[in-house]
């Protein structure tokens, strides 16, 4: 096929002229096809789904009511700007609840569009070419992509097990912290599941104050919190001054499709986020903020998801650790983030479907994409690899299970299908 007339014109942020042709495929594209070839070739065997990262329940019956009657007032059909005051007034009675964060609706709340697209524009207010964002890796790379669309780089910062999955500021050079102006952190933690203790966060702000940057605390999952009390960057002393804090109604409000989030923190950051905000969309649909704001008003919603997600993960470390899985319980998030079998003592022998020259020979694997690729199409158990500082599996209990009885049964046939594996470990990480 010939290119188009404009295939020349596309930017170089997203490929330029090579754009489109690019053969690489994606780790999320390689497990959906990896998950299409199990249920082609294994379609007898139930394909068990710890892959998702979206919650499994609709929102609260009560919200979907508000909904079901601002839907036809006719005062909310129009453009909502930068949000309405209800929904502000909503967050601060929340904030203050839930983490004693004292905000002024007016000036340091905005609400967005899902906390993605807070995420995607926020580094445009800062962020001119040759400039440095400081980002946490294993995460989520929305603000690093934006901030490479405007000409600035990323300065990765891994996330070890050694370090307690928290970033070693003390030891960046003094050149990056002299070009970085932005630091984003996510807390807890997408995929390790670590929460930060308010010492960390005292940390960051001395850190921020004597480099003088910005950081930006995502905290997406920050309902879904099992290690301490779910916790504000904005309740430490002082963090107001250097940054603001990203929240999202998806994760501990069951309304991933609603679209709904907000920016809060320092009051110059936050208009500064308005105004790019302004520039790229009009606002959420004011029914969609009301009923937002009757969920952030119900402390009861949030309190059963973080229950059923606990129950869930405790159940999956319970069997992992069985199996041998060196895991503990996550401090927070919906994810267990646990080290990559480097091989199987029985690999796939009845279970795998391997062909006959590889019966009895031991398997091994050299990244956590390739033992997820293996457990997907060979055993149809789907999980999210992530090789950037080490080798892990993510497991999510986002999975679809109508009752405890089903969630046991999940259980058990995980179980069954790993027990005949064999998952070996490195040794040093058995330790
Ligand atoms: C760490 C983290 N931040 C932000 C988001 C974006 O969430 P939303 O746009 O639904 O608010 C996600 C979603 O998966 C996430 O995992």
Not at 36 to 54: K, Q, S, V, W, Y
Not at 136 to 145: D, I, Q, R, S
Not at 300 to 321: C, D, E, G, N, T
Not at 322 to 347: Q, S
């Amino acid at each position: 096929m010939s290119d188009p007339y404009f295939q020349q014109l596309f930017a170089e942020r997203i490929g330029g002229a090579r754009y489109g042709k690019d053969s690489a495929i994606y780790k999320f594209e390689k497990i959906k096809r990896a998950k299409r070839l199990a249920l082609a070739e294994h379609p007898e065997r139930r394909l068990l789904d710890f892959g998702i990262g979206e919650n499994d329940s609709m929102a609260a019956e009560s919200v979907r009511q508000v909904m079901a009657e601002e839907i036809n007032r006719p005062e909310n059909r129009g453009y909502a700007d930068n949000g309405i005051g209800l929904f502000k007034e909503a967050v601060c009675r929340f904030m203050q609840r839930t983490y004693g964060v004292a905000l002024d609706p007016a000036t340091e709340v905005n609400h967005c569009i899902g906390s993605k697209t807070a995420l995607a524009m926020l580094p445009a207010m800062l962020i001119n070419p040759g400039d440095l964002t400081l980002m946490t890796v294993p995460g989520y790379p929305v603000a690093g992509t934006h901030t490479a669309y405007y000409g600035g780089s990323v300065y990765r910062l891994p996330l070890l097990a050694e370090n307690g999955f928290l970033p070693d500021l003390e030891s960046l050079p003094a050149d990056v912290r002299q070009r970085a102006k932005l630091l984003v952190l996510c807390y807890p933690n997408s995929p390790t599941g670590r929460t930060a203790p308010p010492e960390f966060y005292e940390r960051v702000v001395r850190f921020a104050r004597e480099n003088q940057l910005v950081v930006i605390q995502d905290a997406a999952h920050a309902l879904l919190s099992f290690d301490r009390k779910p916790n504000s960057f904005l309740a430490v002393p002082g963090a107001r001054d250097v940054g603001v804090e990203v929240h999202s109604m998806s994760k501990g409000f069951d309304m991933i499709g609603w679209r709904m989030g907000w920016v809060c923190g320092h009051e110059r950051l936050v208009r500064a986020f308005a105004d790019v905000k302004d520039n790229c969309d009009s606002g959420q649909f004011i029914a969609i903020q009301k009923a937002a704001a009757a969920a952030l008003d119900d402390a009861s919603i949030p309190r059963q998801i973080r229950a059923k997600y606990q129950r869930r993960l405790k159940k999956l470390v319970a069997m992992l650790w069985r199996c041998g899985f060196p895991c503990t319980m996550p401090g927070g998030t919906y994810f267990l983030y646990t080290p990559a079998p480097i091989g199987l003592k029985n690999g796939g022998l009845k279970n795998g479907g391997l062909k006959g020259g590889d019966l009895g020979r031991r398997i091994s694997f050299e990244t956590a994409e390739a033992a997820s690729q293996y457990l997907i199409t060979q055993q149809s158990i789907c999980t999210v690899p992530w090789d950037d500082a080490g080798a892990y599996l993510r497991f999510s209990v986002t999975y679809e299970a109508a009752d405890e009885a089903a969630e046991d049964r999940l259980m058990a046939e995980t179980e069954a299908r790993l027990m005949e594996i064999g998952p070996l470990f490195s040794p040093d990480i058995l330790e």
